[in-house]
Each structure stands twice: as C-alpha cells, then as structure tokens.
C-alpha cells in the first residue's frame, strides 16, 4: 500500500434541469440567428438604386459572376439558379440561356433573386427580338459570332454577310471567336494547335454553325445578322483597330493576313490569321 497522498477531484459544478434547458434554447436562438443574418445580408447590402449593367458580347458565364457580386451572393449562385429557373427561351435553346441574357442596365432592389433577374433579362431579350422582328435561333448564333468578330458596329453587316456566304457555299466559319469560346477565354492569339481542338465550337475542324451563340448579342449584331448587306466577301481579318479588310480574293486575303501577322509579331505577340476572321473575342 502506498504511502503517497491521493489527488482528491471534485466533482464540477451541474447545471439543473432548468439550466440545460435555458442553454438549449439560447443555443437555438442563436443557430436562428446567425442562419437569418446569412440569409437576409445580401439584401440588406443593397441599397436603393443599384443595377447591373450587361454589356454587350458578354458569355453568360460573365453574367452570372457578374450577378452573384451584384446580389452580394457566392460564387456560382446564379449559374445554378440558371439551370433551375424555368426562362422563357426558345425550345431551339434546350434551357441555355446564351444569346439571350439581353445586354442592358438592369435594377436591383432588396427583393431581386439569381432567377427573378435571368428572368427579367430573357423576357428583354423577347420583347427586344419581336421588336425587331427575328424569330430565328439560328440568328441570334450569327449575331452571337458577329459581335465577337466584328471590330467595331460599322462592319457588323459584312462580318454577317461573311458567316452566310460561307455557309452557303459550305465552307468552314474558321471564327477565332468560337475557338475562343470553347477554350473559356478571350484573346487575339489562335494557334495551329488551337484549330485542332476537339469540340463542336471549333469552326475550324468541323462546318457549320456551333451548336449554340458563344455570347449575348446587342441590338446592332443583331439587326446586322438580321439584314446584313449585299455582297460577295468569304474571307476577313482586322489588320489594326479600325482596319477591318473583307474580300472574296483568297490570295489578297492570305496579304491581309500577312500584314496582321507582322504586325502582332512587332507588338511582340505570336499570331495565326484565321480564314474568316482575323480575330476573335
């Protein structure tokens, strides 16, 4: 038996019945609480008068970050509202809104929701469209592929009239844009590999229109898409800012392209023309 003197522990205060209870209650209103605070935040953070600008040629995946930030969300927010919310698309659309998140200023109030503002952009787009009078989905695409192309309103028409000649005459698009829209991103630099990617918006590697707009088209892609003008052009590139060269001669053609490759490699940038367009968004 050992001589060692033992610890003696002393049993801690308990809390009564009554006790557990007030502490369960305090911890639920407080879960109450911090679950309302989450919950009614983003509307509190916006105040009266705020908006959201869509400008034109946005993806809708820029639009739906775009919105989340607005709305004081988490990120992918609205892009998973978009899948739920029932938009009023054409069947043509299977439920994918790009093309039709109508570029515009939009409110915001305390009351706006993902859904509730997708909503409000489509229904613009409809108005917007019978207004002008295009119904088709196959429109809206070109317009879509335009306003990446196009370098500035003016040569909307011919950058239209371009995509029609060459489907008529069932030719490759070879758009950088579409190239650009299945890789996610926005540059001016297309290379060799790049024509080669495997995916339907790769104008390049197969004929024909993607199988959806790469973008939400304003009033003047549109109306070009529409209407474009008369004309015999297969081939364009934008050799500067405000230089944009259309003709139907290959050979002077492949000169413009030339040029905008000199060009880029003096900026320092290494850059393969396209046959139909010399850039892309």
Same mark, same amino acid.
């Given at each position: 038996?050992?001589?060692?003197?033992?610890?003696?522990? @002393?049993?801690?205060?308990?809390?009564? @019945? =009554?006790?557990? *209870?007030? &502490?369960?209650?305090?911890?639920?209103?407080?879960?109450?609480?911090?679950?309302?605070?989450?919950?009614?935040?983003?509307?509190?953070?916006?105040?009266?008068?705020?908006?959201?600008?869509?400008? /034109?040629?946005?993806?809708?995946?820029?639009?739906?970050?775009?919105?989340? %930030?607005?709305?004081?969300?988490?990120?992918?927010? =609205?892009?998973?509202?978009?899948?739920?919310?029932?938009? #009023?698309? #054409?069947?043509?659309? %299977?439920?994918?809104?790009?093309?039709?998140?109508?570029?515009?200023?939009?409110?915001?109030?305390?009351?706006?929701?993902?859904?509730? &503002?997708?909503?409000?952009?489509?229904?613009?787009?409809? /108005? $917007?469209?019978?207004?002008?009078?295009?119904?088709?989905?196959?429109?809206?695409?070109?317009?879509?592929?335009?306003?990446? /192309?196009?370098? *500035?309103?003016?040569?909307?028409?011919?950058?239209?009239?371009?995509?029609?000649?060459?489907?008529?005459? $069932?030719? #490759?698009?070879?758009?950088?844009?579409?190239?650009?829209?299945? &890789?996610?991103?926005?540059?001016? $630099?297309?290379?060799?590999?790049?024509?080669?990617?495997?995916?339907?918006?790769?104008?390049?590697?197969?004929?024909?229109?993607?199988?959806?707009?790469?973008?939400?088209?304003?009033?003047?892609?549109?109306?070009?898409?529409?209407?474009?003008?008369?004309?015999?052009?297969?081939?364009?590139?934008?050799? %500067?800012?405000?230089?944009?060269?259309?003709?139907?001669?290959?050979?002077?053609?492949?000169?413009?392209?030339?040029?905008?490759? /000199?060009?880029?490699?003096?900026?320092?940038?290494?850059?393969?023309?396209?046959?139909?367009?010399?850039?892309?968004?």
């Amino acid at each position: 038996m050992s001589d060692a003197p033992h610890t003696v522990r @002393r049993p801690g205060p308990r809390l009564s @019945r =009554t006790g557990r *209870r007030v &502490l369960v209650a305090v911890l639920c209103v407080l879960v109450v609480l911090i679950v309302l605070a989450v919950l009614l935040l983003p509307r509190l953070l916006r105040g009266p008068g705020q908006t959201l600008t869509v400008p /034109e040629g946005q993806r809708a995946t820029q639009v739906y970050a775009a919105a989340d %930030k607005a709305l004081h969300l988490p990120d992918g927010s =609205t892009a998973k509202a978009a899948k739920r919310a029932h938009l #009023p698309l #054409p069947a043509e659309a %299977k439920g994918n809104p790009e093309g039709y998140l109508f570029p515009a200023t939009y409110p915001i109030d305390s009351d706006t929701t993902p859904a509730s &503002l997708l909503t409000y952009m489509a229904k613009t787009a409809k /108005e $917007r469209l019978a207004a002008d009078g295009i119904r088709s989905y196959r429109t809206v695409l070109i317009a879509s592929i335009v306003q990446a /192309e196009a370098d *500035r309103p003016a040569d909307m028409g011919k950058v239209a009239r371009v995509i029609d000649n060459r489907l008529a005459h $069932r030719m #490759p698009l070879q758009m950088d844009s579409t190239i650009n829209y299945a &890789l996610g991103r926005s540059t001016l $630099r297309t290379s060799h590999a790049d024509t080669r990617t495997k995916s339907p918006y790769n104008t390049y590697r197969y004929q024909g229109l993607p199988p959806t707009p790469i973008d939400n088209p304003g009033a003047d892609a549109l109306k070009a898409a529409g209407a474009p003008p008369a004309g015999d052009w297969l081939y364009f590139v934008t050799v %500067k800012p405000g230089d944009t060269r259309f003709t139907a001669d290959y050979q002077k053609h492949l000169g413009n392209v030339r040029e905008f490759n /000199e060009r880029q490699r003096s900026a320092g940038s290494s850059t393969s023309g396209g046959s139909g367009g010399g850039g892309g968004a």
